[in-house]
């Protein structure tokens, strides 16, 4: 028998002796994930603000797929929380920045973003989105929009690296499909950005502009058209080779 059998028969002898390994590591991401996911709710439920962010942290460091259980449990279990969660949510989608990116369910994250970003109210808006050209064609458009066209336009040109390129999309968006219009803090001062540091050096400052942005439930948005279309290009900004 040549070494390479050999080896092969050692190989299946050890798998089926040995319990496998990753069906235990999958019951212990599951379970945690549960349990952040449990964590997150118990603190919408209760108003709990500082105990929100404790279960932001949890699921953010010790969970894979944890949003997506947390969102999903949310949209089941939770249809209203007090002004001070919302506010706290927004500035966790704030900075997160990509938060859906993390969740593999849009419509759970469009339902659990009712609940929990402060609601919109007003008339219908004007906006654009920096998508690829990939989200154009499955028709499966992200949660934010803006309604300043150079934001969307920066975002377009950031996804040319993307296959097939990006676009600049243009709507109208009814009043029924709009979450939240994103308020953003105010940029900090120099003052404040020296105080901070010096009160906690290893601090990481991000610093905010206004992207006029606004929450969207896709499903409640009528024409999208194309405004735009940006070719790709590699990394170093050069077309890409077809």
Not at 78 to 92: C, K, N, W
Not at 226 to 242: D, E, F, I, L
Request: charged content about 25%; some cysteine; hydrophobic content about 40%.
């Amino acid at each position: 028998m040549s070494d390479k059998r050999q080896n092969w028969r050692k190989a299946v002898a050890i798998t089926h002796k040995a319990p496998y390994p990753f069906a235990e590591q999958l019951r212990k991401e599951r379970r945690a994930a549960k349990a952040a996911a449990e964590s997150f709710v118990r603190a919408c439920r209760t108003g709990d603000v500082a105990a929100l962010y404790a279960a932001v942290n949890l699921i953010n460091e010790t969970t894979v797929g944890g949003w997506t259980v947390a969102m999903r449990a949310v949209a089941r279990q939770v249809q209203t929380v007090s002004p001070e969660i919302q506010q706290a949510f927004l500035a966790v989608w704030i900075e997160s920045k990509v938060l859906r990116l993390y969740v593999s369910d849009d419509l759970a994250l469009c339902a659990a973003a009712r609940v929990l970003l402060p609601s919109y109210q007003g008339p219908g808006v004007r906006m654009f989105r920096g998508a690829s050209a990939g989200e154009r064609r499955q028709r499966i458009y992200g949660l934010s929009w803006t309604a300043n066209v150079a934001v969307a336009e920066k975002f377009a040109r950031e996804r040319q690296v993307w296959r097939g390129g990006s676009v600049l999309l243009e709507t109208l968006a009814p009043p029924e499909a709009i979450i939240c219009a994103v308020d953003y803090p105010e940029p900090f001062t120099q003052d404040e950005i020296e105080r901070l540091r010096s009160e906690y050096p290893n601090i990481q400052i991000t610093d905010f502009y206004e992207e006029r942005e606004y929450v969207v439930d896709r499903r409640h948005l009528n024409d999208i058209t194309v405004v735009r279309r940006y070719a790709q290009v590699g990394r170093s900004g050069a077309p890409h080779a077809r």
